[in-house]
């Protein structure tokens, strides 16, 4: 295996961890809502954390397609 296809994998795999993280959080704010406990703040969060993956999906996208 070529060397920087595994430190590709491992990259790959630490976005996805940190995209998986920030899910728990947007399950956390939903779960909120739904007890009647949103607040403004949260939706703020929210799309924080929305602008986040969106990021994250890029850069796993530009890694996948530019490394060889």
Do not use: C, F, W
């Not at 996805?16 to 009647?36: F, M, T």
């Not at 993956?53 to 530019?66: E, G, S, Y």
């Amino acid at each position: 295996e070529h060397p920087r296809s595994r430190e590709l994998e491992l990259e790959i795999m630490r976005l996805r961890n940190e995209i998986n993280k920030i899910g728990l959080n947007v399950n956390q704010i939903v779960k909120n809502n739904n007890s009647h406990l949103y607040k403004e703040e949260d939706k703020n969060q929210l799309k924080a954390y929305l602008e986040e993956i969106a990021v994250l999906q890029r850069t796993i996208v530009t890694k996948i397609t530019t490394d060889d």
